[in-house]
Every structure is written in C-alpha cells, then in structure tokens.
C-alpha cells in the first residue's frame, strides 16, 4: 500500500503544491489535449490553437471551443478533483494546473494557479475586457465583446503565447514540502521546470501517473496508477492517520 515515509512526510507537511494536467480530466470523460499527428480532436492544431489560426478564421476556432465547452460542461468532477479540494483543509494547498476545463474549482478547489487559462472566460481582442461566459452552445459565433462590439476570444494559452501566473506559480513551487505532479506528461515548458524547482529546494516529489515521465527519474515516490485510485489511496492513509 503506500509507504510509511510518504505517509509521515503527508504528517508533517503544511505547504503543499499539486501540478496537474490532462491525465486528471481524462477521468472525467475530457479528451487529452493533444492527439497524434498533429491534430487535435480532428483539427489541425495550428488552425484551432494558435493567434495565426485565430485571425484567418475565427469562426472555426469558435466553432472548435463551442464543441470543446459544450463537452467540458457535461463533465463532473471526480474523485480526484474532490479529495484536491477536500485537502485545502487540511494543508496549503494550492493546485498550479495545465488544463482549462475549470474542473478544480467546480470540485470547491479555491486556490487554483490555471497556467493555461480557462476555457470559460472570454477576452476581447481589441479592449482587452476578460469575462467569464458559461453560456453552451454559443448563441452567435464568433461572440463579440459586450462593451466595445471587438471580436472576442478564448482566454486561453495558444501555441507560441506566454503562460499565466509562472511567477505565482515559482514561489508557490519554492515554498512547498510536497509537490504532487499528477497525469501530467511534464514535457511541455515552462511547466515542466516547476516539479524540478520544487525537488532542488527539498520538496518530497510525488509522481501520480499511469505513465512514465522524465518526472519519474527523480520523483520520491511514484503512483502508476490513475488519479481517482491514488488519491482515494492517500486521503484515507491521511485520514486513518489522523484519526
Ligand atoms: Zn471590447
């Protein structure tokens, strides 16, 4: 079952950092973000995720995250998700994630660092006004900005643009005891530095994925398992611990 030392590190931690990734919404029934040969759920990755793409044609990058929203609206949250917000209990616990489904925060998670933005809000392109948009499907597409009439988009990270909150999420990464990197291939940068980061200022490392990763050549204790199996795992070690 899980190890006496990972057990007594979870004992006495208080500063605690999940890095998560699409391994974790896979289990809620939500496509993994990038399919083989360049494609992404049948398009082209560079038509439908990239400013280039978004210029030529809006309206089929719309029509791409209207499909995407309507199938992220009917996903729940599952075990995994859950326990991550039942933890905010317990530790400092912050979640820095890649994905964009808003999944930790419908699961009660508040402190959610999102790397890659967040398919529910919308950003205009030409006053820069950021809104949360839940409405599934999109009654006009491409949707235009509330105040100014500018075409809007998704505020999310494409190919080539910056990721959000990298500072926010080093300190956090600096800070941690434990850092938990969960269904999260760490390849693509700068995400991938942050479990790195957090291992050379003496976190414990804890790699939770079916797969294995350039995380696991370094990680100090490793689940190869699914993320609903192992936190169900931990949280009740934690618990019975407590008891
Ligand atoms: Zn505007």
Known sequence: ?????????LLHAKKVVTLT?????AESGIPTFRGAGGLWEGYPVEKVATVEGFEKDPQLVWRFYNERRVN??????????????????????????QNIDGLHQKAGSRNVVEL?????????TNCGRV???????LREIPPRCKRC????????????????????????????????VIGTSAQVYPAAYLPRAAWSHGAKIVEINPQETPVSSYADFIF????????????????????
């Open 131 to 137: 809104e949360y948009n839940y409405e599934v499907p």
């Open 149 to 180: 009439g500018g075409l809007l988009r998704p505020d999310v990270v494409w190919f080539g643009e910056p990721v959000y909150d990298i500072n926010k999420a080093y300190q956090l990464t600096e800070k941690c005891e434990i850092m938990f």
């Open 224 to 243: 190869r398992e699914s993320a609903t199996s192992a936190m169900r795992k931990i949280y009740q070690a934690i618990q019975e611990a407590s008891q």
């Open 1 to 9: 079952m899980m190890s006496d030392s990972l057990l007594n590190a």
């Open 21 to 25: 990734g699409a391994g974790i919404s």
């Open 72 to 97: 992220i609206a009917k996903a729940a949250p599952n075990d995994a998700h859950i326990i991550l917000a039942k933890m905010e209990k317990i530790y400092d616990l912050w979640i820095i994630t």
């Open 116 to 124: 890659h933005g967040n398919i529910w809000r919308v950003r205009c």
